[in-house]
């Protein structure tokens, strides 16, 4: 047990610290408005928020079928049209950040769960459980889990909840996102976003059991959610539906034993896994069916409630996913934990997106610093120009060789101060763009290396990496720093390039480079 205390209080330790540096990083270079997108076969909608309900902007298209099917996306060339639509809609200029919700067709959700373990190496034996209960071949996934819970009793065990998609069908969004200007911060699916707006509904409490149905054109989806946590998800689009009744066209009686059926498989997991009944069974509103809540509570004895979101206008259930994702999207970068189904290159590409934002902000406050110091240098300047001429002609007017040497001196201080402000313009034309020798250096990467920092001390800057050979290392030496005619005395020796554990090599290079040309 005290080992168990010594591993959560150092763990603790650890959050503190890495939380303020990234709440300071956060001041320093803010995170832009992040907005949800959701994915469906028959729509795509945006919305971004402020203060939780406060809309921003909002946007919806309905897609012709074909384009995306089952949630795996076809035709690719439409849908980047459709894209462009909204984004033309939105009126959004450069790029735009999304919380990227996709179908919940794609997506598969497991939950397990593991010792307690130090964080050093909870990542291996996460990735291990995760291998381990993938329902999908594991090589072919991309994953991503987050912890829902701890079991109570001496076992000291964690639950989690795995998330598994099939790799080609989400980096085929990846793609289209990323060329149409859409920046992904993070890659959820329905599910999750439906728990993250019952939590911020008052009526529904922490510690009470949920069904959550939720019929969308795609299929069925039911929810179990505990403590605010989503503990599995099952869905079954129209076609398995019309297999599991046995049915070439579904029927109501049909559709409604469906239900029946389903429920009570939910019911039974939260009498096996927590040994207590369900509370409530809750249903979009959109999802309600004429007839249904009455079958419903013919069957069940717990309570039917109906869920909208009434507390923002021109919101109703139809909405409900993309919204969950735009609340997701308000959350602080460094905070969110959740489950996002992102792979290395997209949380790479968006840091670089903030990097070359803090750029461009301290480039922006350099401008408006200096600009409004040489303003004021102006303005004082016309002022000892205007007393220097009045202390002129009082001088002529005195006979006192005390007046004139006085004169005199304000003179010599007046061309001190006119140099010092020549001195200033100088300094301020021998300066140059960082962002263009940032933009220089990263396009010269080759694919496969990755540069972890970059250090700049006047004409000199140090680059440290990783890549997955040395000859990709050797290779941004000489088809790229090399050939770069504003660098010289360029130094990557082979006893920089040193490999990793997992199976990287890690390396340090430095050149010099020519200011007055960037």
Known sequence: MKEIQKIEKKSVSKHRLKTFFAELGEKLNPTPIVGGFSI????IKYLSLKNNSQIVAKSALRLPPGIIKNGELIDE??????????????????????????????VFTQSFSMPLISESELSEALNLNMQMVSPINFEDAIYDSEK?????????K?????AFANKSAVEKYIKIFKICGFYISAIEFPSLSLVRLIETEARFKKEESYIFLDIVPEGISLLAIKNFKLYFNHFHNWQSVMEEMGEKQISKIGFNNFIVQEIKKVTNFFSSHFSSSVDSLIISSSSKIEGMEEMLKNNFSFNIEEFNVSSIEDIDASWLHVLGSARRGLISRHNDVLI??????????????????????????????FSFSLIAFLIVDVYLVSIESDFKIKAEKSLGDASISKAMALEVEVKKFNSNLDLLKKADDLSFKASDLLFTIYNMLPGGLYIDGINLNDNIVSVFGSAASENLILAFKENGLTKEKRFYEISLPLTN?????????????SFKFKREEF
């Open 40 to 43: 469906s076969d028959v729509s």
């Open 77 to 106: 060339a439409n849908f980047a049209k459709a894209l462009n639509s909204i984004k033309k809609s939105l009126n959004i200029k450069g790029n735009a950040n999304i919380v990227l919700n996709l179908s919940q067709s794609l």
């Open 148 to 156: 829902i819970g701890e079991y109570s009793d001496s076992s000291s």
């Open 158 to 162: 964690v639950e989690y909840l795995g």
């Open 340 to 369: 996002s189904l992102t792979n290395e290159p997209v949380k790479i590409e968006f840091f670089r997106n903030r990097v070359f934002a803090l750029v461009r902000l301290w480039r922006k406050l350099y401008i408006t610093v």
């Open 497 to 509: 390039i040193k490999p990793d554990a997992g199976g990287r090599f890690r390396f340090s290079a």
